[in-house]
């Protein structure tokens, strides 16, 4: 069981907004930057959010993060068939020295 | 622009050394502030950050698997590498290597290579 808590699923359709959660605790989104991935099937996991709610260059803006005490969210506006796939959060644990992943969301797009 | 490769044998016994290298195209190991990290994922899809060599050469392993693994880089700066010790059937996963920035978030990933320890 993860650390960090996601839900392990989400659906939307096509043009819909819809969010991920991720929830922690103090010692790990509380106090340290959350970071966000997506997997697409068969493929290494790609940076969408980085501290808390920066967007890499490249990445559209129908992506956003937020933080708020010990949880973070996604969400993805204008939701495309393509976007479906996995979605994790991460963030440093203070208490366990170590990065630390959410178990992953899978997000259908229906 | 930066890409990294993983390399290594696919199938290693129990007890054995899992070794695995990645190679830096397009830079260094040692220019900018980056932490160039190994990462795997089991098959129930978990992700598991294992460790870095950071800009400075220096090392930071996961707790946890701290007594098995080593990650070093090579001199020519293009490549580093992950040695686990004594793995078994829990170690079986592909391992990513990822360019962290300074707040361990990974902009850069390899492709992935599959490690699964069988008899």
């Known amino acids: 069981q993860s650390v960090l808590t996601q839900p392990p699923s989400a659906s939307g359709t096509p043009g819909q907004r819809v969010t991920i959660s991720c929830s922690g605790s103090d010692s790990n989104i509380g106090t340290n930057p959350v970071s966000w991935y997506r997997q697409l099937p068969g493929t290494a996991p790609k940076l969408l959010i980085h501290?808390?709610?920066q967007r890499p260059s490249g990445v559209p803006d129908r992506f956003s993060g937020s933080k708020s005490g010990t949880s973070a969210s996604l969400a993805i506006s204008g939701l495309q068939s393509d976007d479906e796939a996995d979605y994790y959060c991460?963030?440093?644990?203070?208490?366990?020295?170590?990065?630390?992943f959410g178990g992953g969301t899978k997000l259908t797009v229906l | 622009q930066v890409q990294l490769q993983e390399s290594g044998p696919g199938l290693v016994k129990p007890s054995q050394t899992l070794s695995l290298t990645c190679t830096v195209s397009g830079g260094s190991i040692s220019s900018g502030v980056y932490y160039w990290s190994w990462i795997r994922q089991h098959p129930g899809k978990d992700l598991e950050w294992i460790g870095y060599i950071s800009y400075t050469g220096n090392t930071y392993y996961k707790p946890s698997l701290k007594s098995r693994i080593t990650i070093s880089g090579d001199t020519s700066k293009t490549q580093f590498s992950l040695r686990m010790s004594s793995v078994t059937a829990a170690d079986t996963a592909v391992y990513y290597c990822a360019r962290g920035t300074g707040q361990l978030a990974f902009d850069v990933w390899g492709q992935g290579t599959m490690a699964t320890v069988s008899s």
């Open positions: 991460a963030a440093w644990g203070d208490s366990l020295h170590t990065v630390l």
């Open positions: 501290l808390n709610d």
